[in-house]
């Protein structure tokens, strides 16, 4: 009994000594999201863009917000949302995986992402906290030129 006892009490103190880890992970915010989408939107409208849909998901690729601008084809939102999605959990732009595909590595296609121009990861501090996608502007170029104004967002923590 006395060594049970003694086993019981040696185990709370490594307990006490040894605490485990939490992870600390920073992650792209709905204020944030409202910001890059409101500088893509701005960008679009300036560039006369004829449409598109913007999303912005976060470090797991899950939506946080999306915009649809009037006279864009409804499939865009998906598209667009696929698009960050893969930015996001590849943490690279569409367009690198996009250029693997034509450069030979069809066997990317079979991943189960949208390997298509217009994803770009959002990073702050240096890591990756979210992505944003988009789609239905004039060409795929508009679609990527439309995400990196909205990167030129400003936010903090």
């Known amino acids: 009994m006395k060594k049970i006892f003694s086993l019981i009490v040696v185990m709370s103190m490594l307990a006490t000594i ?16 409202k910001k890059i989408v409101a500088e893509a939107v701005k960008y679009a409208q300036g560039a006369n863009a004829p449409g598109g849909a913007i999303a912005v998901v976060d470090a797991g690729g899950n939506l946080i917000y999306l915009e649809r601008l009037d006279n864009t084809f409804a499939a865009a939102s998906e598209v667009a949302t696929k698009k960050a999605n893969t930015a996001a ?8 995986l996009e250029n693997a595909i034509n450069g030979g590595r ?14 770009l990861p959002v990073v702050y501090d240096g890591v990756v906290i979210g992505a ?18 909205g990167l030129k967002a400003k936010f903090s923590e």
């Open 132 to 149: 944003i996608g988009v789609s239905g502007s004039a060409s795929a170029q508009q679609d990527e030129d439309i995400a990196n104004a």
């Open 106 to 119: 069809q066997a990317l296609i079979t991943v189960g992402h949208t390997f298509l121009q217009g994803g």
């Open 89 to 96: 959990l590849f943490k690279a732009p569409s367009s690198k």
């Open 18 to 33: 040894c605490p485990a880890q939490v992870l600390t992970q920073k992650n792209i915010s709905l204020a944030a999201a």
